[in-house]
Every structure is written in C-alpha cells, then in structure tokens.
C-alpha cells in the first residue's frame, strides 16, 4: 500500500450555519467548499486553513442532515486540536464572538505547552495549542 495522507475528519451539526460561523469568524478557518445534496437531504461544508485540499492540510467537514438539530456525542470522542499563535487572544475572540471557553489558557498539566479547550455551537470541544 502507497503512503496516503490525511483527508478530513466529519461531525455531524445541527446548526449548520451557526457552526460555519464559529470555524471561520472565530478560529479563523476559511470555507473551502459546500455541496448540497436535497435527493440525500444532506449538506457538507468543509472547512480549513489551506487553498482546498493540500497535502498535509487537514479539513473539518460539517455534515449537515436535513431535520436534525442534535446529535449525541457519546464518550468516545475526545476533541479537535488548533494550533494558533495566542491562546489568550484566542479564547478572548471565542468569548467577544459568543463562544465558549471551557479551559482557560495555560500550561498543559506536567509541561510548558500553553492550551485551552473552547466548544462550537454543537458542544464538540477544540484545543488550542499555541504554536508560533
């Protein structure tokens, strides 16, 4: 088998719109494309930091179910992780947009690494790790 490379990871929103707001307004992301499928009644959005899909430039791809407005997440997922170069300044435009900051900055528990946990509309939670 040939090397691959990371594509996306997929969550399911129900507020589709809400969610676009917060990965691009708030994180910063850029919405690469959207297509909707009324026959499937699903919209995708896939959002990130590239110019469409590079190598190496993860994406998040927003599914949106015609009808749905709450998933349950379950205990098996963990979180989305961000790398940013303020985490301060980050959580600060998370709060002034609306957002929600569940960890504030700091270092991580035994090291130096400054992170901090926010949640999107739907309550998945990121991690901003800062990176310079």
């Known amino acids: 088998m040939s090397a691959g490379k990371f594509l996306h990871t997929m969550i399911r929103v129900g507020d589709l719109e809400g969610s676009v707001k917060f990965y691009t307004e708030l994180l910063g992301m850029k919405e690469l494309r959207r297509r909707d499928v009324p026959e499937g009644k699903y919209t995708l959005v896939f959002l990130g930091y590239g110019e469409g899909n590079k190598e190496g430039q993860g994406e998040i791809e927003l599914t949106y179910n015609y009808g749905v407005d709450k998933y349950e997440q379950g205990n098996a997922f963990g979180h989305l992780a961000v ?15 609306g957002g929600k900051v569940t960890r504030e900055a700091g270092p991580v528990k035994h090291g130096t690494t400054v992170i901090a946990f926010v949640e999107d509309p739907n309550g998945y939670k990121i991690e901003l790790i800062e990176r310079t």
Request: glycine share 14%; proline share 7%; with cysteine.
């Open 83 to 97: 790398g940013v170069p303020d985490v301060k300044a980050a959580c600060e435009k998370v709060r002034a947009g």
